[in-house]
T-cell receptor
Framework: SQELEQSPQSLIVQEGKNLTINCTSSKTLYGLYWYKQKYGEGLIFLMMLQKGGEEKSHEKITAKLDEKKQQSSLHITASQPSHAGIYLCGADRALSSGGSNYKLTFGKGTLLTVNP | DTEVTQTPKHLVMGMTNKKSLKCEQHMGHRAMYWYKQKAKKPPELMFVYSYEKLSINESVPSRFSPECPNSSLLNLHLHALQPEDSALYLC???????????????FGQGTRLTVV
C-alpha cells in the first residue's frame, strides 16, 4: 500500500523562523495535496502538486514535489502564530491495480507550534 | 464560494438513537465524501459518492448509512452507534475528472459526534 510518512511529527519554532515539513511516499505520487487543520476543525486546502519538480507558493508557504514524485516538502518562511496547526499531506491512492478509482489518503500529520 | 457546510457542529447521541449528519456544497462538485477522524489521527475515508451514486464504501459498518439525495447534499444516517464511534466526521467535495482523484477536495468544518 502507498503510505505517506510525514516528518517531523511535531515542530516548535519561534515566530519569524523558517521551517520545513516533509512528506515521503514509497510509490510514485500522482496527486499530492497539502492541508492545514486546526484541532477539531475541518481541513483547509493549501496546495496541490502533480508534476515532478513542481513548486507552488501562496503567501509565505511554498510546496515542492521532487522530480521522482515520491517526496514533497512544505516550507514556511518567517513563521507567524497564525501558521500554527496540523499540516497534513494527502495523496491519491488507486483502489485497485489498473483501476480508475482513487481515494485521498493522508499522512499522520505534523503539529506545528509557533511561539510569539 | 469554496464552502462545504456541515450540520450540526456538535452532536451527542445515545446508543439507541437515530440521528443524521448533513453536508451541503454549491460548488457544482459531483464527488462527495465522508471521512471519520479520531483524535490525533488523520482522516479516514468512509464513503465516496460520484454523480450521486455510491462508488466507494470502505467496509463501514451498516450502522452508518450514507445518502446523496441530490448533487448538492450528502447525508450520513446514524443508528445504534457505539461509544467508539465518537469522532469528528468530515464531509468533503471535489470535481470528478478523468479519474476520481487529481482534484483538490474541499472539507467542511466537521461534526463532533459523541456517543454515550
Amino acid at each position: 500500500s502507498q503510505e505517506l510518512e510525514q516528518s517531523p511529527q511535531s515542530l516548535i519554532v519561534q515566530e519569524g523562523k523558517n521551517l520545513t515539513i516533509n512528506c515521503t511516499s514509497s510509490k510514485t505520487l500522482y496527486g499530492l495535496y497539502w492541508y492545514k487543520q486546526k484541532y477539531g476543525e475541518g481541513l483547509i486546502f493549501l496546495m496541490m502538486l502533480q508534476k515532478g519538480g513542481e513548486e507552488k507558493s501562496h503567501e509565505k508557504i511554498t510546496a515542492k514535489l521532487d522530480e521522482k514524485k515520491q517526496q514533497s516538502s512544505l516550507h514556511i518562511t518567517a513563521s507567524q502564530p497564525s501558521h500554527a496547526g496540523i499540516y497534513l499531506c494527502g495523496a491519491d491512492r488507486a483502489l485497485s491495480s489498473g483501476g480508475s478509482n482513487y481515494k485521498l489518503t493522508f499522512g499522520k500529520g505534523t503539529l506545528l507550534t509557533v511561539n510569539p | 464560494d469554496t464552502e462545504v457546510t456541515q450540520t450540526p457542529k456538535h452532536l451527542v447521541m445515545g446508543m439507541t438513537n437515530k440521528k443524521s449528519l448533513k453536508c451541503e456544497q454549491h460548488m457544482g462538485h459531483r464527488a462527495m465524501y465522508w471521512y471519520k477522524q479520531k483524535a490525533k489521527k488523520p482522516p479516514e475515508l468512509m464513503f465516496v459518492y460520484s454523480y450521486e451514486k455510491l462508488s466507494i464504501n470502505e467496509s463501514v459498518p451498516s450502522r452508518f448509512s450514507p445518502e446523496c439525495p441530490n448533487s448538492s447534499l450528502l447525508n450520513l444516517h446514524l443508528h445504534a452507534l457505539q461509544p467508539e464511534d465518537s469522532a469528528l466526521y468530515l464531509c468533503a467535495s471535489s470535481q470528478v475528472g478523468r479519474r476520481q482523484g487529481f482534484s483538490e477536495a474541499f472539507f467542511g468544518q466537521g461534526t463532533r459526534l459523541t456517543v454515550v
